[in-house]
């Protein structure tokens, strides 16, 4: 999941794979904003055909809270 979620957000920061750890905080370290969370946000509902709230775009600091909740998700849906 992890590798997966690192490819989209290289691509969408413009940036290499290896600058991109779990602990990487997305704003801080990757130069952010609200709106290019937002798109990050909606290149993953694309990629795993999903939806997620706009409230939990306040969640994803680092790329492991993304992680995280994408593999809760899965758990849920094999539950």
């Given at each position: 999941?992890?590798?997966?979620?690192?490819?989209?957000?290289?691509e969408?920061?413009?940036?290499?794979?290896?600058?991109?750890?779990?602990?990487?905080?997305?704003?801080?370290?990757?130069?952010?904003?609200?709106?290019?969370?937002?798109?990050?946000?909606?290149?993953i509902?694309?990629?795993?055909?999903i939806?997620?709230?706009?409230?939990?775009?306040?969640?994803?600091?680092?790329?492991?809270?993304?992680?995280?909740?994408?593999?809760?998700?899965?758990?849920?849906?094999?539950?």
């Open positions: 999941m992890f590798e997966k979620v690192r490819a989209i957000m290289a969408q920061f413009r940036t290499t794979e290896d600058k991109i750890r779990p602990e990487t905080d997305i704003k801080a370290e990757l130069g952010a904003d609200s709106l290019d969370v937002l798109q990050l946000l909606m290149a509902e694309d990629t795993y055909g939806t997620v709230p706009d409230e939990e775009l306040l969640n994803f600091v680092t790329v492991q809270d993304v992680v995280d909740y994408l593999e809760g998700l899965e758990a849920k849906k094999n539950g």
